[in-house]
């Protein structure tokens, strides 16, 4: 007996050190900051390569609108899908205490666990129709702005070469 407690697997006892190193606070805040910075990276490169493929464009061929256009829409959507997934980094933590504080307080007030389970249901659905309609109405508004903001800055770019 005391032979099969002391020859535990490797992922018997590693379980419990993993619990406590994502315990501590500071490894979510080294995650959040390693994956932004991943997500900062691949945008980065990205710019520059939607960049590099805009200027390959306006030098195969008589400059014209249509590739700023293509350029910054997809500038755009990008951004708008990094600030999405950014906001939702915050919303998530935020949603999960509104929705705790929500059915601790109906079981304060004395509501039966059956009715409890069912407000709980709904509730969860409401919260999260709102969280996903302001996700969208962000998103798509910072899509907006990135893709306006970047075609007069690729058209203003390109009026600035052809005069030197």
């Not at 002391?6 to 994502?22: A, D, G, N, R």
């Not at 910075?37 to 960049?51: E, I, N, P, R």
């Not at 389970?117 to 659905?125: C, D, L, N, S």
Request: hydrophobic share 50%; net charge positive; glycine share 6%.
């Amino acid at each position: 007996m005391e032979r099969e407690h002391e020859e535990q697997s490797p992922t018997t006892s590693s379980y419990p050190v993993f619990l406590k190193i994502m315990s501590k606070r500071r490894t979510w805040v080294f995650l959040f900051v390693f994956v932004y910075a991943v997500l900062l990276d691949s945008s980065w490169s990205f710019l520059k390569s939607t960049l590099s493929w805009y200027q390959n464009q306006n030098q195969a061929r008589e400059p014209n609108g249509w590739p700023a256009v293509y350029a910054s829409v997809l500038l755009g959507g990008v951004f708008g899908l990094l600030s999405m997934a950014a906001a939702l980094a915050v919303t998530v933590p935020a949603t999960l205490v509104t929705w705790i504080t929500v059915v601790v307080l109906l079981a304060f007030f004395g509501k039966p666990k059956r009715a409890l389970v069912v407000e709980g249901k709904k509730i969860t659905r409401e919260i999260a129709g709102s969280v996903f309609k302001t996700l969208l109405k962000e998103g798509n508004f910072v899509a907006a702005v990135c893709a306006v903001l970047g075609y007069f800055a690729l058209v203003r770019n390109n009026n600035g070469e052809g005069s030197n």
